[in-house]
């Protein structure tokens, strides 16, 4: 089974810190994806990378950056916390374009910044 | 543009009975369709995929989805709903430009005893 891991299941920052989420997968996937996740809003595409330090811009990249230094490592950065990045951040992997859209994802990460 | 709706923010239903939760997509071309389920404090599980085989799809714990090109419809259905079927659903459409993808806002499913 594709595991997809993620650093921590909550976490609690103050506004202004620098914060780093990470995320593992060990299914040798081409193909990375950094979501936010509110109520009401479904999920929203953060970041994505389709190879190692490769990434692109997905709908809501402000006030955040990515990094993807090894194929199996996708790491998601808050340069400086803001209260309305208050959300759970979800980590996804997929092989391939063709199956792009086939994602498995993380357990998700809780952050609140006060 | 493409874009995913899902009809109903919140559905319950009793144990036993049938679930349907609709969703309906808009695509300029043939689209790829997807069933995720979300269990509290979990990450999303795919239930099932579309993508432009069998028009109905077969996912796991007993659900399933058609697709509907004249409705542009791609509604899930269980034919008897169990306690476990209790969270949130999402239906998600592949985008164009390769890597996007559109999740719906979610159907969050409550089974009463």
């Known amino acids: 089974d594709v595991k997809v891991t993620q650093s921590s299941r909550y976490l609690v920052k103050r506004t202004g810190e620098k914060v780093f989420l990470e995320c593992v997968q060990d299914m040798d996937h081409e193909n990375m994806f950094w979501y936010r996740q509110d109520p009401g809003l479904g999920l929203r595409l953060i970041y994505f990378?389709?190879?190692?330090?490769?990434?692109e811009k997905g709908d809501i990249p402000e006030g955040y950056s990515v990094s993807r230094e090894k194929k199996e490592r996708f790491s998601l950065i808050l340069e400086s916390a803001s209260t309305n990045q208050t959300s759970m951040y979800l980590c996804?992997?997929?092989?391939?374009?063709?199956?792009?859209?086939?994602?498995?994802f993380g357990p998700g990460t809780r952050l609140t910044v006060t | 543009a493409q874009s995913v709706t899902q009809l109903d923010s919140h559905v319950s239903v009793s144990e036993g009975t049938p679930v349907l939760l609709r969703c309906n997509y808009s695509?300029?071309?043939?689209?790829?369709l997807f069933w995720y389920v979300q269990h509290p404090n979990k990450g999303l599980q795919l239930l099932l995929k579309y993508t432009s085989a069998a028009t109905l799809v077969k996912g796991i714990n007993g659900f399933e989805a058609e697709f509907k090109k004249s409705e542009t419809s791609f509604h899930l259905t269980k034919p008897s709903a169990h306690m476990s079927d209790a969270a949130e659903y999402f239906c998600?459409?592949?985008?164009?430009?390769?890597?996007?993808?559109?999740f719906g806002a979610g159907t969050r499913l409550f089974v009463k005893a």
């Open positions: 998600v459409v592949g985008g164009t430009g390769g890597f996007k993808t559109i």
């Open positions: 695509s300029s071309y043939s689209p790829s």
């Open positions: 990378s389709y190879d190692v330090k490769m990434k």
């Open positions: 996804a992997s997929s092989t391939s374009q063709r199956e792009v859209w086939e994602q498995y």
